[in-house]
């Protein structure tokens, strides 16, 4: 499955065709509108960097744990030649980037993964930081906002993968148990052990248009349970439309929605003083 649907014209190196509509554009114009088709609305992936430039106050974002990589714990075969690889074409040291920032003005611990690395999956490096994230927002009482974008579990770390997800579960219960705000928005594409686990546990549950979100692949749960499932299963709209999301928000609206829920919690706790 190709989730980078832009085709970059080979008689025009600045210029992008649009796969769901076949419009072709400006390459400014499509950074300008946030890989967003301006003729049909599709929503294409956005690096871990520009999405926190898109949502956070400018100059606010604070990272942590940047550091942070992954090892080859299993010496799978032709491993660590990928995660070196992925390490040189995306200048990210794994599949997520965490910190703190501002959110129309209010603070927030954030994190969000990135889809070129790795496809985005949830190895100990990548669950390590989340947990971090979550841990930081226990200490400071900030609310937590994760932006997932994932295949799932990295299949090369074998069980200390998807350890990762019991671990932050976990970490996101005590969370919960501090009444301390989790709001989760899942892009495209949020599948496997990331769906199945901190990715589905907002207090608030988010997702862009069109977004592919599930456990399992379609054509695999159709050949288990033997039936045809909708054309549209799985999408944030389909998902919206029988009560496993909150809202569907465009990405140029993101912001101002995640700002509204952080002022009304903000003033809810307020009045619970």
């Known amino acids: 499955m190709n989730i980078y649907p832009l085709k970059r014209e080979k008689k025009d190196l ?15 114009l499509m950074k300008k509108e946030w890989n967003v088709c301006p003729k049909c609305q599709y929503h294409y992936p956005v690096t871990a960097y520009d999405r926190i430039l898109m949502i956070t106050d400018s100059g606010s974002f604070s990272e942590f744990d940047k550091c942070l990589t992954s090892v080859d714990p299993l010496n799978f075969p032709e491993y660590k030649d990928k ?6 074409n995306t200048s990210l040291n794994d599949g997520v980037i965490t910190g703190e920032a501002f959110i129309g003005g209010y603070p927030v611990v954030i994190g969000v993964m ?8 949830m190895g100990s490096a990548v669950g390590e ?39 932050t579960s976990a970490a996101l219960e005590q969370l919960n148990h501090e009444k301390i705000l989790f709001v989760s928005v899942l892009t495209n594409p949020t599948m496997g052990g990331v769906s199945a686990s901190f990715a589905s546990l907002g207090d608030i549950n988010i997702a862009e248009p069109q977004a592919l979100i ?14 045809e499932l909708p054309e549209n299963f799985q999408t944030s709209e389909f998902l919206l439309e029988h009560g496993q999301l909150d809202m569907v928000v465009k990405r140029s609206e993101l912001k101002q929605a995640l700002s509204i829920i952080l002022k009304i919690h903000h003033l809810n706790f307020r009045e619970c003083l």
């Open 214 to 227: 599930g456990f399992a692949g379609k054509r695999i749960i159709e050949q288990t349970i033997r039936e």
């Open 114 to 121: 990135d889809s070129r690395f790795r496809m985005g999956s």
């Open 129 to 167: 930081k989340i947990t971090r994230s979550i841990e930081e927002s226990l200490k400071t009482r900030k609310p937590l906002i994760l932006f997932s974008a994932s295949g799932g579990a990295r299949m090369q770390e074998g069980i200390l993968s998807l350890m990762q997800m019991a671990k």
């Open 14 to 28: 600045n210029s992008f065709t649009c796969k769901s509509c076949g419009e072709t554009y400006d390459e400014f």
């Open 83 to 88: 995660l070196i690889s992925d390490k040189k």
